[in-house]
């Protein structure tokens, strides 16, 4: 098929078709021009009493495709019909064109002749401007304050200046209640223009800025409700963040820094959301002796008991230094009120002073004196700290002491796998602590699961405890059936000599019918048999005892007959 563009398909057909097909447009022949799906037109045109209908492809201006009803078989190339049709779907396409571009030039003139601040600000001169800026401003105060914040950093940069427009914005009159809608929406209005201004270049409008954002923000995020304390924190954390990661900090900035941020953390109601961070710039700060020796002065001047934030900034500037013997005598001497060197402990963890919280956080724990949630959550936490500084002798004693609480499989095979090779010893300390315990249930797993089925065989004979002896006897049935006759036997006596009638039989019967249950037939008949020569004298015993049996299984017990003869 002939490829041909719209543009100019008609200086490529040849000439005697093109002069049909202008007679054609003359006579006015298109009488239907429809773009059934995209691309795809449908004309109808009339040539002579005939009406004939032509299909056209266009992508987007290429002809990709055309046929005709005048076609003949085989015929292929363009006729008249044709012709006249991509003629009048150009002629349409170039109309819509102008017309798209006409309305383009229309909205464009339009939007030129709106009422827009630019084009106000084009025409207006700078007295006028001025003017009406120091009118409003007279009259708004939300847009004085918005004025002020976006403009504070034309002036000289010091922190006073931005911390007038923060009190501007949220005022002493507002501290003690929740904010109004209306007083939120101006307060976030200036401290968005204020923070907007951290990262636009200036470093030391960034430091100033950052600087007032905490001192006044900080103590009232801490006493604010949840409504409110998130949006507050939201900006404390980026002048925070901005403070303390900023490495290239001029000397001069770092010691203004800490300067805040100790009096803040010191003196003021501050968030706890903010204080990990906090201390980790302070703690930072204190490998310096003389930040060290003005936080030791705080420490030593502060009453008793000593605050928890002052006993904590101390302690992480001792883990800072090292100085963990030190760290943990000053904990030990606060144990006698938990909460708070728990606070600590916590912190120290959390900001990965795992050295320096082990020895302390071990004391604590050992003394078992907080709340049971406090007391598992510290065991998780330093077990967890155990692990991430290899610390085998910790986990050893925290996992020791979890299984004889617990008595669970999994805490015993992690402190075997923690053990290694010091198992042995570890397992003989185990097995005195749970033996001093008497925790039976607990020793027959450790035994159980170490297969010691000596030992396992020797404690459940000697407890007598049937329920502990069922939940092992699977280990014994197919080596050792006689301890299992045995040790039922001897556990059953031991409760028949104290108890009588039905009471006692009823007690015997569940044994052995839980035997049979699992199969152990012949081993409850034997068990039964035992009993009834034990204990001849109760003549209903063996009665009661058929009765755990199956009645087409029911044995037949040899009686001894303990009548005698004068």
């Known amino acids: 098929m002939q490829k041909l563009w719209l543009r100019d398909f008609e200086h490529h057909i040849p000439a005697a078709v093109w002069q049909a097909a202008e007679k054609l447009l003359r006579n006015q022949a298109v009488r ?12 109808t045109v009339a040539d002579g009493e005939n009406l004939l209908e032509t ?24 006729c008249p019909h044709i012709a006249v049709a991509l003629y009048k779907i150009r002629q349409y396409l170039a109309q819509k064109e102008r017309e798209r571009q006409m309305q383009a030039q229309a909205a464009e003139e339009a939007r030129g002749r709106r009422l827009k601040v630019d084009n106000i600000l084009a025409k207006v001169n700078k007295d006028d401007l001025l003017a009406f800026v ?79 954002v905490l001192q006044q923000l900080a103590p009232r995020a801490a ?21 303390t990661t900023a490495d290239m900090l001029p000397p001069e900035q770092r010691e203004r820094t800490w300067q805040v941020l100790l009096e803040l953390f010191l003196e003021t109601p501050y968030p706890q959301e903010l204080e990990p961070d906090t201390l980790r710039f302070l703690a930072s700060m204190a490998r310096d002796d003389e930040h060290y020796q003005h936080i030791r002065k705080h420490f030593d001047e502060a009453p008793l008991p000593t605050p928890t934030p002052v006993l904590a900034l101390f302690s992480v500037a001792l883990a800072e230094r090292t100085q963990y013997a030190v760290l943990e005598r000053i904990l030990e001497a606060h144990l006698d009120e938990p909460t708070r060197p728990l606070a600590v402990l916590e912190m120290l963890a959390q900001l990965g002073y795992l050295a320096a919280f082990l020895p302390p956080g071990m004391a604590l724990w050992q003394r078992e004196c907080l ?52 198992w042995p010893d570890t397992r003989a300390l185990l097995f005195e602590e749970l033996r001093s315990q008497k925790a039976t249930d607990k020793l027959a797993l450790m035994l159980a699961h170490e297969e010691d089925l000596s030992t396992l065989s020797a404690l459940l004979q000697e407890t007598a405890d049937l329920d502990l002896l069922q939940r092992y006897e699977h280990l014994f049935f197919e080596e050792r059936p006689d301890f299992v006759q045995q040790a ?28 049979v249950n699992k199969g152990h037939t012949a081993l409850a008949t034997q068990i039964a048999q035992a009993l009834i020569d034990r204990f001849p004298e109760r003549t209903y015993l063996p009665d009661e005892l058929r009765e755990a049996f199956p009645k087409n299984q029911r044995p037949k017990f040899t009686i001894t007959n303990t009548n005698t003869t004068p």
Not at 32 to 43: G, K, S, Y
Not at 488 to 497: D, E, K, Q, R
Request: glycine content about 4%.
């Open 371 to 422: 709340a049971p949630r406090q007391q598992t959550a510290l065991e998780k936490r330093l077990l967890d700290a155990a692990e991430k500084a290899g610390d085998t002798d910790h986990q050893s004693t925290i996992l020791r002491r979890r299984f004889c609480r617990q008595g669970d499989a999994h805490t015993l095979s992690r402190l075997r796998q923690i053990s290694g090779a010091h």
């Open 488 to 515: 039922y036997v001897h556990g059953i006596s031991h409760y028949l000599n104290a108890h009588f009638g039905k009471q006692a039989a009823d007690y015997a019967r569940q044994y052995l019918a839980a035997l």
């Open 32 to 43: 239907r021009l429809e773009e059934i799906e995209r691309h795809f037109w449908v004309t």
């Open 223 to 243: 006493t604010a409700e949840a409504s409110q304390r998130e949006w507050l924190l939201n900006y404390c954390r980026q002048a925070l963040q901005l403070l």
């Open 55 to 78: 299909e056209v492809i266009i992508t987007p201006s290429k002809v990709k495709a055309f046929a005709c009803e005048c076609w003949e078989d085989g015929r292929h190339l363009i």
């Open 134 to 212: 120091r009118h409003y401003a007279d009259k708004d105060p939300t847009f004085a304050l918005a004025l002020k914040a976006h403009f504070a950093s034309k002036l000289r940069s010091t922190e006073d200046q931005y911390t007038a427009v923060i009190r501007s914005a949220l005022p002493e009159s507002t501290k003690e209640r929740p904010l109004k809608p209306a007083e939120m929406r101006r307060a976030r209005l200036a401290l968005d223009a204020l923070m907007s201004q951290l990262h636009a270049g200036d470093t030391l409008v960034a430091f100033h800025i950052s600087l007032a």
